[in-house]
T-cell receptor, first 116, second 112 residues
Framework: GAVVSQHPSRVICKSGTSVKIECRSLDFQATTMFWYRQFPKQSLMLMAT?????????EQGVEKDKFLINHASLTLSTLTVTSAHPEDSSFYICSAREGPMNEKLFFGSGTQLSVL | GNSVTQMEGPVTLSEEAFLTINCTYTATGYPSLFWYVQYPGEGLQLLLKATKADDKGSNKGFEATYRKETTSFHLEKGSVQVSDSAVYFC???????????FGRGTQLTVWP
């Protein structure tokens, strides 16, 4: 079946550094990518939606200059957490949709980010 | 707005025990409802879904019924196995195709 490969699975970084998370669709073209994050004991919350070749649409309260999303190709989307701070420590997960009318979603395995 | 409230875990059961994980929702319109499962080290996978009131989704022995009157979509399984140990997420669709609203997830551990 379709697979979304997400890397890294776990990252620890110092405050002030930037971290890049990658999601690749391995055997389909991901026209839309959704990025979620989950703080401890809370729900998975949508951060942004990106369509290939377009600027991402961010949810209210998510800083677009801090969470940079690039979806330049149909098989790769990246989320860069710039100047990370301890409050950005969270679980980040991507999901991909193949085609604008396809409701089936494929999820990455998630990235646990810890900022010291 | 849309939201999902899911029973807080962790849930620990012995093999062959009965499982219920509660899920209630608030939504505008008529959303589809889902249960996703995440096994260790893997991505979320769709477990089952229901698209309208009174629909029952089922898969791998798991069931959930879309109850509009109680705005619930509780997950049940009559006899759990060790291999069912995972995190279970309840979710509903938003207006954008593919956009989901999730509960917080429930960790299930099944002991032999």
């Amino acid at each position: 079946g379709a697979v979304v490969s997400q890397h890294p699975s776990r990252v620890i970084c110092k405050s002030g550094t930037s971290v890049k998370i990658e999601c690749r669709s391995l055997d389909f073209q991901a026209t839309t990518m959704f990025w979620y994050r989950q703080f401890p004991k809370q729900s998975l919350m949508l951060m942004a939606t990106s369509n290939e070749g377009s600027k991402a649409t961010y949810e209210q309260g998510v800083e677009k200059d801090k969470f940079l999303i690039n979806h330049a190709s149909l098989t790769l989307s990246t989320l860069t957490v710039t100047s990370a701070h301890p409050e950005d420590s969270s679980f980040y997960i991507c999901s991909a949709r193949e085609g604008p009318m396809n409701e089936k979603l494929f999820f990455g395995s998630g990235t646990q980010l810890s900022v010291l | 707005g849309n939201s999902v409230t899911q029973m807080e875990g962790p849930v620990t059961l012995s093999e062959e025990a009965f499982l219920t994980i509660n899920c209630t929702y608030t939504a505008t319109g008529y959303p589809s409802l889902f249960w996703y499962v995440q096994y260790p080290g893997e991505g979320l996978q769709l477990l089952l879904k229901a698209t309208k009131a009174d629909d029952k989704g089922s898969n791998k022995g798991f069931e959930a019924t879309y109850r509009k009157e109680t705005t619930s979509f509780h997950l049940e399984k009559g006899s759990v196995q060790v291999s069912d140990s995972a995190v279970y997420f309840c979710a509903l669709t938003g207006s954008t195709l593919g956009r989901l609203y999730f509960g917080r997830g429930t960790q299930l551990t099944v002991w032999p």
